[in-house]
């Protein structure tokens, strides 16, 4: 028998919890929904209590979910985005002059959402409505014009446009390599640094794992000075920028903050995974010129990257070892 409405907990109690364990951190959810932390504090406690299991664990440098927080964050992120979807598709005038367009949280973040300004400069008349979900979604169902995925190449849907492949790079801030006590000149070195974790919610990625890593380099006994862990692959690279660890950077992802010197790329393992990145259009939009402008614009600005990650990889090449 189907759940009744009233037995769940209340709306609210899901909202604080999504973005608290989003961000991991009752304050920032807090600030985020302009709350108290002792009221996402109770939320939380409310919602443990409801569904007799506790969703998150203390630690010294922060809060972790539990197997249960994980699997109720899976489901809480994808019924409030549905959620806020549909309310922005029946919403009046947010149909006309709209492209709708989706793909995973960090490439809407670490990639798109930065290039979006420059594609309003060239069609300030023509809105974006951008759907960040972790999720391969039904383009039709959903109403949404293009995705742009996350793939095997054999994988590859018919028809889709390829933007560009990718590689794993080891990144972190400029600031570390100022560090004479702990250097990092070779996969040795990483025993003295922080290692950030990315910590995939639907099981594991063995091309960004540290361990399949450190056993490529042949190394995979090495113990590093700590870890830290992150539920979403952006948080690990926004980690990486602020100095706190070591990341597994992925090109093309982390090409702009490659070249523009907000990370470094201090070792020379890099490697090649069987993945890259699709432009996929609906069915439902072939003949809308708008469509064909943002498709045209993706297409311009992934070829402008591929130039880019290609003379990084040539500079480095040509550098001299440290």
């Not at 549905?82 to 960090?106: C, F, K």
């Not at 060239?122 to 109403?143: F, G, H, K, M, Y």
């Not at 380099?217 to 992150?230: H, I, T, V, Y």
Request: aromatic share 6%; proline share 5%.
């Amino acid at each position: 028998m189907a759940r009744k409405a009233s037995q769940l907990p209340a709306l609210d109690f899901f909202r604080g919890f999504e973005a608290a364990a989003r961000h991991l951190s009752f304050t920032r959810a807090a600030e985020e929904l302009f709350l108290t932390q002792s009221a996402i504090s109770r939320q939380i406690h409310a919602l443990e209590e409801r569904l007799g299991a506790k969703l998150f664990t203390r630690r010294n440098r922060g809060l972790a979910l539990t197997e249960a927080g994980r699997e109720m964050y899976r489901a809480a992120d994808i019924a409030l985005r549905t959620l806020h979807e549909a309310a922005e598709r029946i919403a009046p005038g947010n149909t006309q002059d709209m492209v709708t367009v989706t793909s995973s949280m960090a490439f809407c973040s670490l990639w798109l959402i930065p290039r979006l300004s420059a594609f309003r400069n060239t069609r300030p008349d023509l809105d974006v409505r951008i759907s960040a979900n972790n999720q391969v979604l039904d383009l039709e169902r959903e109403q949404i014009d293009v995705a742009i995925r996350y793939c095997p190449v054999m994988a590859a849907p018919p028809g889709a446009i390829r933007m560009f492949g990718e590689e794993i790079v080891v990144v972190c801030s400029p600031q570390l390599l100022k560090d004479r006590a702990r250097p990092l000149r070779s996969p040795g070195d990483l025993r003295r640094h922080t290692l950030l974790h990315f910590d995939h919610a639907e099981g594991s990625i063995p091309w960004l794992s540290w361990s399949v890593w450190l056993e490529s380099a042949r190394m995979p006994e090495l113990k590093s000075a700590g870890s830290l862990r992150f539920s979403h692959y952006d948080q690990v690279i926004g980690a990486a920028l602020r100095g706190q660890g070591i990341a597994l950077g992925r090109r093309p992802l982390v090409a702009d903050l490659l070249a523009d010197g907000a990370l470094v790329a201090p070792l020379r393992q890099d490697s090649v995974t069987d993945r890259a990145y699709f432009i996929v259009r609906s069915a439902a939009v072939r003949s809308r010129r708008d469509v064909d402008d943002f498709i045209a614009w993706l297409i311009a600005e992934s070829a402008a990257l591929v130039r880019i990650m290609d003379k990084h990889k040539r500079n480095r090449r040509h550098a001299r070892p440290r």
